[in-house]
């Protein structure tokens, strides 16, 4: 399932056909001794449209949900919806008025296996201070002993309008594993 994602990613950097291009700007790394990653100056990125998270990731214990705050705003304004693709049935949720946007099992736990889970945070019209800050996303989880799934979700912060200046990616529980990737990619528009 990664790699089905990847060959997504490759095609959207491709460009052509009218597409805009994508441009990377900065990836992180994690270590395995990290709870959280942020990309801040994200105010000096105007030349962009949107921006764009493309990760693979890994909890270093059994955590799987990935939260990710705006302008390091914890004021309960936040706001998930997701749908969720078993291959066999369709399940929706939300949670509202939370310290975080939330994604339920959008990152591999350290299940004895060196699966990384998959995704594409895409945080539109960012810089405009006139809006809601939000975002959508894609992303797979695989437990070969229990499920693959596929999801689409979406979040936002309800609280003042306001420009994106820094997005934090958060795990609650433990640390994003080793090697868990993160890029960030400028869109114009």
Do not use: C, W
Not at 109 to 117: A, E, H, L, V, Y
């Amino acid at each position: 399932m990664s790699l089905m994602l990847l060959g997504i990613l490759n095609s959207q950097a491709a460009g052509g056909g009218g597409v805009p291009a994508f441009e990377l700007l900065a990836t992180q790394i994690s270590s395995g001794s990290t709870s959280s990653i942020t990309f801040a100056g994200l105010n000096a990125y105007t030349d962009y449209k949107h921006l764009q998270i493309r990760y693979t990731v890994k909890n270093t214990g059994g955590a799987t949900d990935l939260g990710i705050r705006f302008n390091g705003q914890t004021d309960g304004n936040y706001h998930s919806h997701g749908i969720r693709g078993t291959g066999s049935s369709v399940q929706a949720r939300s949670q509202t008025f939370t310290s975080y946007v939330n994604f339920e099992y959008a990152m591999a736990s350290s299940n004895g296996t060196d699966i990384f889970s998959s995704g594409i945070l895409d945080f539109l019209d960012f810089a405009n201070a006139s809006t809601k800050p939000m975002l959508r996303a894609a992303y797979g989880y695989v437990n070969p002993a229990v499920f693959t799934d596929i999801y689409t979700a979406s979040g936002m912060y309800s609280g003042s309008n306001q420009a994106i200046s820094s997005i934090t990616l958060l795990t609650f529980f433990n640390n994003f594993a080793a090697n868990s990737r993160f890029s960030l990619y400028g869109i114009k528009g």
